[in-house]
């Protein structure tokens, strides 16, 4: 083996030695990473969190009441995000927030992808609600 493949060989160990470290770390305890958070993510976290309950029901795995969970949840963190949507200068939702959602000093102010996701969850909540309650969504 040449020295630079050595050099190679031994850079990508070296990595795949901090990838493991990292994740695993990361995996014995879930609160250890403390960098910004993507608001935009928190969209699809609500859909999926839809979807999945109302799969959940169809599969009969459990009895326990998933859908209804699952709005009230999706409920909680729109109105936070509308909360911070009232609240801020900017009328807006930013690209990053800290833990809990306290500023993040290396965000954006506003984002079009935050705003976007969160109206995509606000449509897959009314189109949850009304399906379990029998109704046309969209109402005609």
Not at 85 to 109: D, F, K, M
């Amino acid at each position: 083996m040449t020295a630079k493949e050595n050099q190679k060989s031994s850079c990508c160990l070296d990595r795949f030695a901090l990838t493991t470290f990292y994740f695993s770390s990361y995996l014995m305890n879930c609160r250890s990473f403390e960098g910004p958070e993507w608001v935009w993510l928190t969209g699809y976290y609500i859909r999926s969190r839809l979807i999945m309950s109302q799969r959940l029901v169809k599969l009969d795995l459990t009895n326990e009441p998933k859908v209804p969970q699952a709005i009230r949840e999706s409920q909680e963190i729109l109105l936070r995000l509308n909360n911070h949507i009232r609240y801020s200068p900017w009328r807006s939702l930013p690209e990053l927030t800290q833990v809990n959602g306290e500023y993040c000093h290396a965000s954006c102010h506003s984002q079009a992808w935050s705003i976007g996701t969160a109206i995509e969850a606000v449509y897959d909540l009314l189109e949850t609600n009304a399906r379990r309650k029998g109704l046309e969504f969209p109402p005609a």
